[in-house]
């Protein structure tokens, strides 16, 4: 399968913007760019999806070059309350890449300072 | 979030019990999910069921048996659990379009999982 790479940590401070970079080098063209945020003894929450360009909701930001080969998550201000871990993942659940949206790496575990 | 529910929240069971988790999803979607996630581990998928139909069995060993009954429920049977099975066990819904039809790509929606101790 296709492996996407994240930091494994980020340290912040509350307020700051936080960028965190994936990488997924063997991209198919059919493929969606999914974010969640993930709190202890939770289930992960979607954040955002996107395909190309630039994505923005209520939460963050998602940036994606021409080439697809990385995205970049934005989190805007942050607040103690976005300490978590964060997952990227590529595919398309009703393609034959749909078993990649499906697997979770072991994402960046964000810690937000005060 | 309130879209998928997962009962119970938390279970202790010794390894000879019999028990049952339960997921119910309330979004309309058409596929349901298991995952496994061990303490400082990624998530494992386990099982994948679209249209009430198996699809996926993550090589996961026969003391798991899952069960779909229809589209908004999802079980996960569980019976001679072995100490390392201890773990979160997350249960995900979401819609997905027909084989080869690509419309739209529904994200993943979580219950807060079942925390399992075997004893």
């Known amino acids: 399968l296709a492996k996407t790479t994240q930091p494994i940590s980020m340290d912040s401070y509350e307020g700051q913007e936080v960028n965190i970079t994936c990488s997924h080098n063997?991209?198919?063209?059919?493929?969606?760019i999914t974010w969640y945020q993930q709190f202890p003894s939770q289930g992960p929450r979607f954040i955002i999806q996107?395909?190309?360009t630039k994505v923005t909701n209520e939460v963050a930001s998602l940036f994606i070059p021409a080439d697809r080969k990385s995205s970049t998550l934005s989190l805007p201000r942050v607040s103690l309350s976005d300490t978590a871990v964060y997952y990227c993942l590529v595919g398309d659940l009703g393609m034959d890449t749909g078993r990649r949206a499906l697997t979770f790496g072991s994402g960046t575990r964000l810690q937000v300072q005060p | 979030e309130t879209g998928v529910t997962q009962t119970p929240r938390h279970l202790v069971m010794g390894m000879t019990n019999k028990k049952s988790l339960k997921c119910e999803q309330h979004l309309g979607h058409n596929a349901m999910y298991w995952y496994k996630q061990s303490a400082k581990k990624p998530l494992e998928l386990m099982f994948v069921?679209?249209?009430?139909?198996?699809?996926e069995n993550n090589s996961v060993p026969s003391r798991f048996s899952p069960e779909c009954p229809n589209s908004s429920h999802l079980f996960l049977h569980l019976h001679t659990l072995q100490p390392e099975d201890s773990a979160l066990y997350l249960c995900?819904?979401?819609?997905?379009?027909?084989?080869?039809?690509?419309?739209?790509?529904?994200?993943?929606?979580f219950g807060n999982g079942t925390r399992l101790t075997v004893t």
């Open positions: 069921y679209n249209f009430k139909e198996q699809t």
């Open positions: 996107g395909y190309k």
């Open positions: 995900a819904s979401s819609q997905v379009p027909p084989a080869g039809y690509r419309s739209y790509n529904s994200p993943l929606h």
């Open positions: 063997n991209i198919a063209t059919n493929d969606y």
